[in-house]
Every structure is written in C-alpha cells, then in structure tokens.
C-alpha cells in the first residue's frame, strides 16, 4: 500500500479518535447538566429557564435521563474501544500507552488456566487465520455496536409514553423486541470486552435459566415455570424501571456513582495521580521498609474511585511493581502486595468502589453518610493489618533499605490544589448533608475554577520570574479542561454496561423467584445440628460468606456487591443481625474475592505485571490478607464497629466503639503476626504462631461471652498482642544480618 492510500485512512481514524473524545467530554456534560437539572429545577437566581430548554432535556422523571444515559454511555465505550486499537493500528498513539488494552481476553483467560497447572497445548494455529480477520473487523464492529446503542436508546425514550402505559395492555410491537434483544445483546457484548467472559457469561446464563424450557426442568430450589422469549425480552429491556434501564441500580450508577468517577477521571487529567505517586515515593524514601508502601498508598486512594480491583491493580501496578523489585523483593510478593492493595481499596471511604452509592440506595433507613462511617472501621482494620503484614514481612526476609531520607514537605504543595474541590467535597457531604449527586457537582465545578486559577497564578509567576529552575510547568487551561471531560466520560463508560447487565440479572433472579428461595434454605441452616450443636448464625455467616466470594469472583465491585446483596444479605437480615451490618459483611466478602483463587483477579493482574507464578503469588495475597477474612465476623459480634456508639456507663463504656476497635484492632495484628510466622524480631515457631492465633481470636470475639467476663477476656487478649510486640521490638530487637526467609516462605 503506497504512503498517500495509508494516509487517508490515518487521517479518518484521527478524526473518530476527536470525535470519541468529543462525544466522552459531551458524555461527563450531559450528566453534569442533569445534577444541575436535579439541584435547580432550571431556575437559578430566580431566573427560569424552563421555557428555553428543549423538552427532551427536561427530565421530569429521572427514568429518562437513565435511558440516554445508557445509550449514551454505551456508544462513548464502544467508540473508545474502537478508536484504541485503530489509533494503536495507525501508528497515532504510543504502542505502550495501549499495550494492556491489547491484550484479549482469551488471551488473559488463557494465562490464567496455564497457571492453575491446565495443559493448553492443543494446537489451535488452524484457527489463527479466523482470530485474525476477526481482529481487523472488530473496531468496526465496535463501532456499529456503538451507533446501534444509540439508536436503541432513542427508540426507547421517544417511545418512553407508550411503553409506560398503552403496551402492557395493548401489547408490544414488533419494533419493540427487537430494539429490546439489541439492548441485552450490547450490555452482555460491552461487559464482556470491559470485564471479561465471567460476569457476561452470568448473564447469559441467567438468560437461559429464566427460559420456560430450562425453569420446569431444574430441582428443587432450582426449579420455576419460566417463561418465553420475547416474555423474557419485555422483563428485561423493555421496562423502563427495570431490567436494563433498573431505577436502583443503574439509576444510583447514572447518578451518584457517575459524578464520582468522573470526578475522579477529571481529577485524574489535572495530576492528582502523579501527585498520589509523588507522595507515595517521598514517603517510601524515609521508611527502613522502602518504596513498597507505595502500592498501598497508592492503590488506597486510586482502588476506591475506580470501581475495579483488576483496573486499580492495572492502573498503579504498572509502576509500583517494577519499583517494588528493584527493591529486591521477590516477584510473587510483589504481585501480592499490589494484588492486596488494590482490593483492598474497594472498601475504603468515601467511594468504595462506588459501592457506598449502591448501598445508600439498597439498604433501608440508612444515608449516604451512614454508610461511609459504617464503612471507616472495617477500611481501617484491614489496611493497618496489610501495613503490619507487609512491614513484618519485609522485615523477615531482609528487604529493607538503608538509603533513607527525610520527608520533602514541598512535595504537598503540588497537591494544595487539590485541597479546595476536597474540602467543598467534605463539607457538601458532611456538614451541609447534601446527595452525593449535587455535592459531586460542586466539588467537580470547585476543581475546575481551582486548577483554572492555578495555571494562571503559574503562568503569570513564570512571567515576572527570572528563575529558570523554578519555573512552573504549565499545560493549556483549555487542553486540560478538554481532557478532564474526556477521561470523565471514559471511566464512566464501561461501568455503564455492566450496571445495566446486573439490573437485568437481578431482574430475571428476582421473577425466577430464586433470590427468596435461596434466603430460605440459607435461613434453614440456623437450624441445623452439626456435633450435637446447632450451626445458628454462625453458620449462616459462614455460608454468606462462600456464596458472596463465589459470586463475587472476577466482577468489578459494584457488579459482586449487586449480586450478593440482593441473593444472601435478607437471609443474614432475617436472623437479627442489623441490615447495614449485614450489607457491610458480604460487600466486604465481595471485596477478597479479588484475592481468592481460583480467580483472584487482581492477583491475577498483579502476577501478569510481576512476571511472576499465580498460584505462588495466590498464596502470598492469602497470607497478607488473611485477617480480612476474620474481620467481617468481627463486627458482627461487635457492631459498635459499624453503627457507632460510645457505650453504657454499665459497662464501663467496654462495648463502645473506642474500646471495640482497639480490641478487634490488636486481634487482626495476632492474626497477622500469626500468618506471616515474625513478630518484627524473630521467625516464629509453629506454637507460639498458634499461640498469636489464639489470642487474636479472644481480642477479636471475647464479646461473645457473658458480661463483664467477655470484655475482660478482650482486655488480657489486646494487652498480651501489645506486650509481646512491644517485647519482640525493644527486648529482643530486630537484626537484618539474620533476617531470611524460611523454607515455607
């Protein structure tokens, strides 16, 4: 092909690469302008503007604004998609910008089962010649899909009237079916090349079971009439408060979920990453464990906005891996640490993962607010018993560093930027109690005149500066602007499908019936007798527990959190233990599904990154991770933990939350002194590790014993953890000359 008949098809790709961006940065505008909508009504400063906007974007109900979102939503990730590997094809963007985009997800699949010991080594090179045409029309076919999502959503919202009232009398046309197939065809298809065969294949799995051909021939609690196809299609795509357009799940995703992570998208185009890392690296620097706690504190603040373990391990395990090696700590630790960090990250507050938007709607009688603090205990014990774990760990096999230095304050005046949008965040949120909606959209305004008034602060330094080393870097207001909008609109777009085929696997779990057949038989098992004794809640637990890890395996967060809450978290419910409570045990079960093989997802990336064994490194995040297996039962026996209270004068304020989080706190620091086998002094034998063992249990569940006698049993346990670490860390010392790992290391 000569040069001239290759730049042609260059410059058409350059033009869809500004398109996309233009229609991501219209995307972020469009859902802006709806939380402007949902603030003012249109009437600002006593001035309407009813009369001059067009009535389609007036949205009475928020049902129709959900709809364009959703076709909307879909085509900017379809676009995106598409203009990824043409870009990549056309030599217009950086091959390692898009490297990991490049990879398939038979490819990832493929990985993965050659690390569980499967051998793969059929010969499929027959089929190499189909695998390649497929990859030439793939973006294109990206692209229709995109075009054909647009279409779908606009048949649906200018037919919204009819579908709403006449056609569940009159019936639905033929129209109709077939925009509603196209629909569940493009939300299965999306999630699939956003996040795998897993959670798709979920989908299309619960398509079939609702069939009237799958439902009567299943057992028992399997077992339902079903129904017909185009009976099928009418329940998931063609209700408009369900199914696919769901007012629950894909109304608080459209809303208070997609403010965030295009905030954070923005945030992100501004160099609030960059300053993240920074500050992870300056702080590496002054600790004897090194730059390795910068995967945590990294992945903390990143893993909470992204919605996605495997992204978040993707995002900053791209350069906290490689730095963590250089270190000289090994590949499987370091895939693990990464892997640990970032699904740890789901859980922590304000976002979780998106997850606390979700749960503000889904639980009753709780706000926003609510449940970021319900959310802060259970964050803050996980992450200090990964920081101990990590440390001791470091420090068992020698990987520490002597170059250290001390903390470069300057460094936080990169980030005094970002100071203002995050205490407008603060106060929106906490003290003025406004929705997560209306306080996202002040915060992204507040970032936007923030970052607006820093460059031209820089730019007007740099010009009466004389100081060519301490001149500022300044980008274009207008290119940065430009861009903040685009990667809002690009993180937002590929959780639109999967939310929306979680809505519509709800939908069709909910009308099987099996969702309140299945909290029935978990409910059973309180009653069963095992060893002369009867399992009761703690069974029940247990079993909550499998299914929310099992369900949870390879999903984004918000998708694991979804589907365990609305199949197990009622049984939990019904058996007295506080409805918020029992959201926050199996989202958080949800969460360590990201570490739990065989999947591991984030484990799995991590490996990926590290080049390293999966399974090895599977083992290592379980052994870092392990108290947080624990810790969702710890609040369960103490739930000041989770609704907050400062305890009875009878108790002597014991069964406050102060105390409970200091008991539970010195418990998780047993386990996981019990698990890495170092107490930041000397390797441990096996019956002083049980002995840890022991105790961090009594610190964690004494409550559970009869007062004040349970409370005292917390109070030796907690102060015995404290004493023998306080003992291993002045008495005996830590020496690195023998510092090694051991044989089960």
């Known amino acids: 092909m000569s040069i001239r008949s290759r730049r042609w098809p260059a410059r058409l790709v350059w033009t869809f690469d500004r398109a996309t961006a233009v229609l991501a940065a219209v995307f972020t505008l469009f859902t802006l302008y709806y939380a402007f909508y949902n603030l003012t009504n249109l009437s600002l400063f006593g001035i309407s503007f009813v009369g001059v906007v067009p009535d389609p974007l007036q949205f009475p109900e928020r049902a129709k604004y959900v709809i364009i979102f959703v076709g909307v939503g879909l085509a900017v990730y379809y676009f995106d998609y598409a203009r990824t590997r043409l870009t990549e094809r056309y030599g217009l963007r950086d ?129 339902h009439s079903g129904d017909n196809w185009l009976g099928i299609i009418e329940e998931v795509a063609l209700g408009v408060y369900s199914g696919v357009f769901d007012a629950t799940i894909v109304g608080i995703g459209s809303t208070w979920v997609a403010v965030f992570i295009m905030f954070a998208g923005i945030a992100k185009a501004f160099g609030l990453l960059e300053f993240v890392r920074e500050v992870g690296t300056e702080l590496g620097g002054t600790l004897r464990t090194g730059v390795v706690q910068i995967a945590v504190i990294s992945s903390m603040v990143m893993g909470s906005i992204t919605g996605s373990a495997a992204a978040n391990a993707a995002t900053t395990g791209s350069f906290t891996i490689p730095m963590i090696k250089d270190q000289g700590i090994r590949d499987d630790y370091a895939a693990a640490i990464e892997g640990v960090a970032s699904a740890g990250g789901q859980m922590l507050p304000p976002v979780m993962g998106v997850a606390a938007f979700l749960m503000a709607d889904i639980v009753s009688d709780t706000t926003y607010l609510g449940v970021v603090q319900a959310g802060t205990i259970p964050a803050a014990l996980f992450y200090l018993s990964v920081f101990v774990g990590i440390h001791f760990t470091i420090l068992k096999h020698g990987w520490t560093t002597s170059d250290l230095s001390s903390f470069d304050w300057s460094v936080l005046k990169k980030g005094a930027s970002f100071a203002p ?316 000359d023998t510092a090694e790992p051991t044989a089960s290391d």
Not at 132 to 159: E, M, N
Not at 175 to 200: K, N
Not at 463 to 492: C, F, H, P, W
Not at 573 to 600: C, R
């Open 421 to 736: 949008p995050l205490a407008v965040l603060l106060y929106t949120l906490v003290f003025a109690g406004y929705t997560p909606m209306t306080a996202g959209l002040y915060t992204i305004v507040a970032l936007f005149v923030t970052m607006i008034a820093r460059n031209l602060f820089q730019r007007a330094y740099n010009a009466s500066s004389t100081d060519g080393e301490n001149r500022y870097e300044v980008g274009s207001i207008a290119r940065q602007t430009a861009k903040g909008l685009e990667q809002g609109g690009t993180e937002m777009a590929p959780l639109v499908g999967v939310l929306s085929a979680m809505g519509m696997i709800i939908q069709l779990l909910n009308k099987s019936g099996l969702t309140g057949r299945l909290g029935t038989e978990i409910i059973g098992f309180a009653d069963v007798t095992l060893f002369g004794f009867t399992g009761g809640l703690a069974l029940v637990l247990v079993l909550a527990m499998i299914t929310s890890i099992i369900f949870g395996l390879g999903m984004p967060t918000p998708a694991a959190y979804i589907l365990v809450a609305f199949l197990v978290a009622d049984a939990v419910t019904e058996l007295g233990t506080p409805e918020l409570t029992t959201h926050m045990f199996v989202f958080y079960f949800a969460m360590l599904s990201a570490i739990t093989p065989p999947v591991a997802i984030s484990v799995a990336v991590g490996s990926r990154i590290a080049d390293s064994d999966f399974l090895t490194s599977c083992k290592q995040a379980l052994r870092l991770g392990a108290p947080g297996f624990v810790i969702p039962f710890s609040f369960v026996a103490n739930n000041t933990l989770i609704q907050w209270s400062a305890g009875s004068p009878g108790a002597y304020f014991l069964d406050g939350t102060p105390f409970a989080f200091v008991f539970v706190l010195a418990g998780t620091v047993g386990l996981i002194v019990a698990t890495v086998g170092f107490d930041g002094a000397t390797n441990l034998s096996a019956p002083v590790r049980l002995l840890y063992l022991a105790i961090g249990a009594v610190a964690m569940f004494g409550s559970l014993a009869p007062e004040p006698f349970g409370y005292l049993l917390q109070i030796v346990a907690a102060v015995t953890v404290a004493g023998l670490l306080l003992r291993a860390r002045y008495v005996v010392g830590y020496d690195i």
């Open 95 to 223: 091959s390692e910008e898009t490297a990991s985009d490049e990879e398939s997800d038979d490819d990832e699949e493929t990985s993965l089962l050659e690390d569980l010991g499967v051998d793969l080594s059929v010969d499929t090179s027959a089929l190499d010649p189909v695998r390649s045409a497929y990859a030439r029309i793939d973006p294109y076919l990206a692209i229709v899909l995109g075009l054909a999502a647009v279409f779908a959503a606009y048949h649906v919202f200018t037919s919204f009237g009819r579908l709403t009232t006449s056609a569940n009398l009159l019936g639905y046309r033929s129209i109709d079916h077939t925009i509603g197939l196209l629909l569940i065809i493009l939300v299965t298809d999306a999630t699939r090349r956003a996040f795998g065969w897993i959670i798709a294949s979920v989908g299309i799995l619960a398509l079939v079971y609702m069939h009237q051909a799958v439902g009567p021939a299943l057992p028992g609690l399997l077992g």
